[in-house]
């Protein structure tokens, strides 16, 4: 079994800087990693020709894969293309599909093209184009003296779309990389040192080629399992039984056997059952909306949110009581309930989660510290209220809050269904 | 003027396989920009001895400086100080100093120092130790054959202790630095090609010492300029010199020149005229609402959201007529109007933003494709609206289509205090 090896490349000066942190890297090294293929060295240079030159060099004594991020903009500091067509000896030209890409993004904008953007559906004669369609900038992939050499943009969203669209399958069909398996089970409400005390005896007795590892994120763990071997099917179903020996160990804190969003695995749950879902939103400010949102088909199952950032739209908008506000203030059981039934009142759907707390990074008192927060879901047979506590930064806060809420809305409706 | 150039290699087989992401490199070259030195290249490796080897042959030919995190832990898969050793000839010895640091992180935590603890205090002979005051690893700086060599352990916080406390001011001492000073002036609502021709003239005419960067992300970029030289107050007017040049070309594209974001600079507006704000977000679905709220502070002139995703919603909690529905459809000039107004009355602020769009990827017409986004803002004058016209691809309608809402605002403000 040959090893595939890659080094990956990010060109930009505002990377030596230190103005940006380069995320490019660490997401295609993991997605190379996905389908076998060893990163080797990860390299960051400027936009300068020489460092260019000199990294193709030295990068293809000694990786299979070089693959590069940034540097291909319109502006006169974008040197990328035109460095790597000067290392094959080999001139850049406009290509017909890269500039209908252009053209039809500029045009779907209602702007004209000017020649400076003309000019990005030029690629070096030796390269095959790789089309990006969420950007002006050309994806290529050359294949020259038996390695292979891939530049990309920058820019994350279109570097991801080119890798997942353009890139990985076109490896997957030059390399005949040993199978690697993965499955992912998806636990949610348990932290990673109790999930990891609970399950030890069964990741202890994992065969040698079944690895397991802890992948945590906020308010979950995904459990990974990889598996490596030359025989598929054999593979698959090792993989299966060891993953379904600890579904019971696990209980309600498995969420999702499928690799699915929570957002996701709740959107399921909602549309079996037939019900809508409601938000309202003080310290979470928008994003469990945007988190539901953020999924296509989400106008199916979700009716909206009201976000009363101020006491009064609380009032106005959710009918919470003064002298609830008054008495026990905005963060508390009594406001989060009224919050949750007030949701479900005014959209008219089958449940309601509400939110309420401090986010940070003032706000906070003896009692209620920063990161207290209160979350309320209202469905058919009543409300349950739940308090958290969770860190000091204002953003993990905001985040961790909206992932409890979902995670109680995904209990309670569990709950009515057994 | 000589330049001082470094290099900064990060160490560890984690990072090779995407599993964490190097912010220390990031931090790293943000420091050294600071004092004047150039970071030429970064590079990551794995714990593996010829990589190391290798790296330090290659690094030492290139650059006067090199600064190496990681692979300094108690454990066999750290190798980065025996490597260091080798790579001299020289031989490790417990430094009293190492031992003495050491011994007291363990006496003050109540363990018993082990061997394997003991080993962390041995350091190569040719090294001067480096105080690591908040952990056990030991920093390590070399001056060999006129280079620089740093080594420091990878765990963020004791790197920065050792970058500040010990690495820095003896970078300062031992080399004269040229001053590097930036200045990033930001604009919005103006793409990066469209830019750069409107600013050709101005680039095409900075002095060599002054360089000019594009730094553009979602619906922005910002304009960089860096500048070098031996007077640094000198150095420092000629740069705002160059930069006052371009205000007047940018107009209201210009938005910061304190880099900040849009949400940033909009909050100053909001609180300078006494204003509120409300929004009423369709196709963005709460990520408008998140990306002010996600600002400390906001309380203070946002008054919060309503997310009126179904079209009932959108008569219930704004008033939008159910005729305007049926005649021109929730993604209208007509709608968002009305959307904006009604965010603006039931929630009694000064403004408010509306927005409803095809978010993607289903939903599209020949006439209103995916990426089709209204917005409108309503204001103590009245209300504007405008269409633009995005991508194909959910999230960054959602994310560029707030943006530029944001934007119509902050024009708004604007030409109201003209």
Partial sequence: MKHIYAEVITIGDEILYGQITDTNSQWISAELDKIGIKTIRKTSIGDQKEAILDILKESQERADILIFTGGLG?????ITKKTIAEFFNDTLE???DALGNVRELFESRGFELTEINRQQAAIPTKATYLNNAVGTAPGMWFNQNNKIIISMPGVPFEMQYLMENEVLPRLRVHFKTPFIIHKIIRTVGIG???LASKIEFWEDALPQHIKLAYLPSMGQVRLRLTGSGDDKEKLKSEIEAEAEKIYPVLGKNLYSLDNEELEQAIAKLLLKN???LATAESCTGGYLAHSITANAGSSSYYIGSIIPYSNQAKMDLLGVKQETLE???AVSEETVIQMAEGAKKALKSTYALATSGIAGP????NEKPVGT??????GPNGTVARKILSTKT???NIQYGSKAALNLLRKMILNENL
């Avoid at 319109?74 to 974008?78: A, F, G, I």
């Avoid at 927060?373 to 209202?378: E, N, P, V």
């Fill in 74 to 78: 319109p502006t006169k500091d974008d």
């Fill in 94 to 96: 406009i290509n017909p």
């Fill in 192 to 194: 990673e040192s109790f």
């Fill in 274 to 276: 037939n019900a809508t």
């Fill in 327 to 329: 008495n026990f203030g």
């Fill in 362 to 365: 003032d706000g906070g008192t």
């Fill in 373 to 378: 927060i209160w979350l309320a879901c209202a």
């Fill in 394 to 396: 204002r953003l993990v």
